[in-house]
């Protein structure tokens, strides 16, 4: 079906989908603030949280801040791609962007899985028993859950986008991907700190 | 402009999975009226327990003490997430908003659609958690842990997980349709409408879009934390390693918002029924805006005044005390706007007006009584008793009730093409408005008497069971029925008028707003070939230039504004 008149309009001269996306983006400010917000109260008040942030791998986690940045950067690319109606360029950068997301998937499942051998160890329950009731496994998990849950949206979008701009149609959504990709990666930002740095 | 707008023929696409903006609000107004039937039988069961404690209700059967705390905590969430919600901010966002601003539907209408399914999904969801083993959530709709948290303690082990659900699904559908909202109205506004120039409902639910789509964000994050604490065993919010406060600033963080969130499109809804029947320009439209805009910003610094007694630092408390007062002072220039709009005016008391009118008297009640509760000295007296529970249904009802009526009978021309009946219509509206007072004053006495809230049966407690507090109890459940019984004769005449009323023009008020340039009702893309084009503003009644006593927003002329001296 045709999109309403309403769609093409632009009483404040941002384009519609740009608006949206922006609005899409304020709110998981939001939702993420809310989360990152109840982490800092926790991590103020229990210095000992320190000592459990030590199982997190500081190495897997700068590697995936730069496979994120150098996705961003792509994403870029793919954008001025897709303004100058570059369709094969722009489908090409948007796969490296979604092949980024990938490799940081696949660290990040490198990840999971040994924090859960660590946590569930044949030692008599010792790990788990010092992580029990305290949040700090519980905030990462949640953050990073959430976030990589983010980073699958992106990239499925992305799929979808990269398809629709081979037959040369809705060049425009590459900059909204791209402006979502953007935030996803800051999310990162914040975490990567909070969650690996500091210990 | 193209204007082809050929609607969808069969009745699958143009009834349940249509697209256009008409369709959606109607399906969240009816699934919003059928939701509240369900809130209003919840809470005729509790009230008949209380009256008339032990004894089988008729039509319900034995409430057990289990029940009774489903029914109530079901009664709340219904009635402000699946009933307030979607009809005064879906319903009548999605049918008033394109038709105001003079577009043809919102801008994106497939993420519109997909809103209405995951509310319907959502009330399902809720339907069917009181169904499952164990029976309904019982943690009340504030949902405090640990109680809610841990099955032991609820005792539902599966309503409690389904309840939290289904409400972080209708949050998720509320997002949704906020964000196709606010682009609609920043973007797909009629050639030369103006800032100034949208109409005050329009701008009323913009805001309380804006409000909630800030409030809920930090809630989101911890109903999911909480789903994990029930369900994966984390200690988020229990008490050793978590925090069980934590949970209480984030629910406040976002409800207490969430009562401007509703307020805000029935105050909008009375702007625009009050201008229209008293045939006199909206007193102090920026004033009134800014107020507004005052008061969403007050409503995220108000929130800790619900935990007064809930173990904060009492400087805190006084923090808090002090801006939950001053929020009355824009809520109260919003008030006085209305009444110096009505004063010297050419009232006419049809039905709309008598709601409208109805929801200032008896919302000025309830933000009265709401000076007591956020005083933080009286509020631990007042706390968790039925005082609490009269104030907020002196400002829920008119919100979510009186606002709604308004609403429903002021558009109902616009929406199906007739007129609705006055006289069953005026009915309705005294055999509510009488029964509702004679509902909840009592409950302001028995509060003050010292009657906590939340108990199930106050024969076990001596000070409470005393004959003349019994019969107060009696006298408010009685008001119940009859308040349920009048709300038939609405029924009837809704669904007769809508087959049978009288033809609706395409302006019966007389208004100049731009919906009512549109055929009643609408066809698919509201305005045929021409859109509408905007010359002045949306309240130009009785001007001393004009012969006739109003003046369309979409006839040409001069922007006619008398400049004051």
């Known amino acids: 079906m045709d999109s309403p008149i309403a769609t093409s309009r632009s009483a404040t001269g941002i384009n519609t989908g740009v608006l949206a996306i922006y609005w899409v983006i304020i709110s998981e400010i939001l939702i993420f603030g809310g989360l990152i917000m109840c982490y800092l109260l926790f991590r103020l008040r229990n210095d000992s949280w320190g000592e459990f942030a030590a199982v997190t791998s500081t190495p897997a986690g700068a590697i995936n801040t730069i496979v994120l940045l150098t996705s961003s950067y792509f994403a870029v690319i793919a954008h001025s791609a897709a303004t100058k109606k570059d369709g094969a360029k722009a489908f090409k950068f948007l796969w490296y962007t979604i092949g980024c997301g990938f490799i940081f998937l696949c660290v990040k499942s490198y990840e999971y899985s040994s924090k859960l051998k660590y946590l569930f160890a044949d030692d008599g329950g010792a790990h788990w028993d010092a992580h029990y009731n305290n949040n700090f496994m519980a905030y990462y998990f949640f953050a990073t859950g959430l976030h990589g849950l983010h980073v699958i949206a992106g990239m499925v979008a992305m799929m979808i986008v990269s398809f629709q701009i081979k037959k040369g149609r809705n060049y425009n959504r590459v900059e909204l991907c791209g402006l979502y990709w953007h935030f996803v990666d800051i999310v990162w930002i914040f975490l990567f700190p909070l969650l690996y740095i500091a210990k | 402009m193209s204007g082809d707008h050929h609607g969808p023929t069969s009745f699958w696409s143009k009834y349940v999975f249509s697209l256009d903006h008409k369709v959606i609000g109607m399906q969240y107004m009816f699934t919003g009226m059928f939701m509240a039937i369900i809130g209003g039988y919840f809470a005729y069961a509790f009230r008949m327990q ?92 504030t949902s405090y842990p640990p109680l809610s948290s841990n099955p032991e303690y609820n005792l539902t082990p599966l309503g409690a997980p389904l309840w939290l659900t289904a409400v972080a699904l209708e949050i ?47 809630l989101v994050a911890g109903a999911v934390m909480l789903l994990f604490d029930q369900t994966l065993n984390t200690s988020f919010f229990s008490v050793d390693g978590g925090d069980p406060l934590l949970w209480q600033h984030l629910f406040w963080f976002f409800g207490h918002p969430e009562v401007y969130v509703v307020l805000l499109p029935a ?127 002196y400002t829920f009802f008119p919100i979510a009730i009186i606002g709604t009526f308004a609403g429903i009978t002021y558009w109902f021309p616009k929406m199906f093409g007739r007129m609705m009946d006055e006289t069953l219509g005026k009915v309705h509206f005294w055999g509510t408005i009488i029964p509702f007072n004679c509902l909840f004053i009592p409950l302001f006495l028995l509060g003050m008497g010292g009657q ?3 108990i199930y049966n106050y024969e076990n407690f001596p000070d409470l069971a005393g004959p003349e507090m019994q019969n107060m109890r009696i006298f408010a459940t009685l008001s119940l029925v009859a308040l349920l019984a009048f709300q038939l004769p609405f029924l009837y005449n809704l669904f007769r008028s809508m087959f049978r009323g009288e033809k609706a023009e395409k302006n019966p008020w007389k208004a100049n707003t731009l919906e009512w340039v549109a055929p009643s009702p609408p066809p698919h893309g509201n305005f045929g070939h021409q859109f509408p084009e905007v010359f002045r503003g949306p309240y130009e009644f009785s001007h001393p230039d004009r012969e006739d006593d109003f003046w369309p927003q979409s006839e040409p002329g001069p922007r006619g504004e008398i400049k004051e001296h």
């Open chain 2, 50 to 141: 209380l009256a008339f404690p032990g004894q089988e209700v008729p039509g319900y059967g034995i409430v057990t003490s289990h029940d009774y705390n489903s029914l109530v905590t079901n009664h709340g969430t219904i009635m402000i997430f699946w009933v307030a919600m979607p009809v005064l901010i879906a319903a009548l966002g999605n049918f008033l908003i394109p038709l105001m601003i003079g577009a043809d539907d919102m801008v994106f209408p497939r993420l519109n659609r997909l809103s209405y399914q995951i509310f319907l999904v959502s009330a399902i969801i809720l339907i069917a958690s009181f169904f499952v083993q164990g029976g309904g959530f019982g943690g009340a709709w």
């Open chain 2, 267 to 393: 105050m909008g809804i009375v702007c625009e029924i009050i201008t229209t029947f008293s045939r006199k320009k909206l007193f102090g439209y920026k004033e009134i805006l800014y107020m507004t805009f005052a008061t969403g910003i007050l409503s995220f610094f108000v929130w800790a005044h619900h935990q007064f007694v809930a173990g904060i630092d009492p400087r805190m408390a006084t923090v808090f005390s002090i801006t939950t007062l001053l929020i009355s002072i824009p809520i109260g220039v919003l008030c006085f706007c209305f009444i110096a709009t009505l004063w010297g005016g050419s009232i006419t008391f049809s039905v709309p007006m008598l709601w409208a009118l109805a929801f200032i008297g008896e919302f000025l009640l309830g933000g009265v009584t709401g000076i007591y509760l956020g005083s933080s000295g009286t509020d631990i007296f007042f706390h968790d008793t039925t005082f609490v529970v009269a104030h907020f249904h």
């Open chain 2, 452 to 454: 906590h809230r939340r």
């Open chain 2, 172 to 218: 998720v559908a509320f997002l949704l349709g906020g964000i196709n909202f606010l682009t609609t109205v920043m973007n797909a506004r009629t050639k030369g409408m103006k800032m100034y120039d949208i109409p005050m409902v329009v701008w009323m639910i913009i805001i309380a879009t804006l409000l909630f789509m800030a409030s809920v964000g930090p």
